[in-house]
């Protein structure tokens, strides 16, 4: 799975300036940083989810990224 989620982390690299307006992809980066192991680098993309978050209507799926978020810190904190 390492290396499936170093070929994500690579596509959401080269898609960056997205992730600035999406928050999945923001999520998305924070979690593969978490799974390949690079925990210094996890919040920083959290933050910027949780930003976008914060701006965006309550709602089911604001309600699963804030989700993801705090499941992706839970992970780091774990590991």
Same mark, same amino acid.
Do not use: F, H
């Given at each position: 799975? @390492?290396?499936? /989620? /170093?070929?994500?982390?690579?596509? =959401?690299?080269? =898609?960056? !300036?997205?992730?600035?307006?999406? !928050?999945?992809?923001?999520? &998305?980066? $924070?979690?593969?940083?978490?799974? /390949? $192991?690079?925990?210094? @680098?996890?919040?920083? !993309?959290? &933050?910027?989810?949780? &930003?976008?978050?914060?701006?965006?209507?309550?709602?089911?799926? /604001?309600?699963?990224?804030? $989700?993801?978020?705090?499941?992706? @810190?839970?992970? @780091?904190?774990? =590991?």
């Amino acid at each position: 799975m @390492r290396g499936e /989620t /170093t070929n994500l982390l690579q596509w =959401i690299e080269a =898609i960056e !300036p997205y992730s600035q307006a999406l !928050p999945w992809i923001a999520i &998305q980066k $924070g979690w593969a940083l978490c799974l /390949t $192991g690079q925990l210094e @680098r996890v919040e920083g !993309p959290l &933050q910027v989810a949780e &930003q976008l978050i914060a701006a965006l209507e309550l709602c089911d799926e /604001t309600r699963t990224m804030s $989700g993801a978020v705090t499941a992706a @810190r839970a992970c @780091r904190a774990s =590991i």
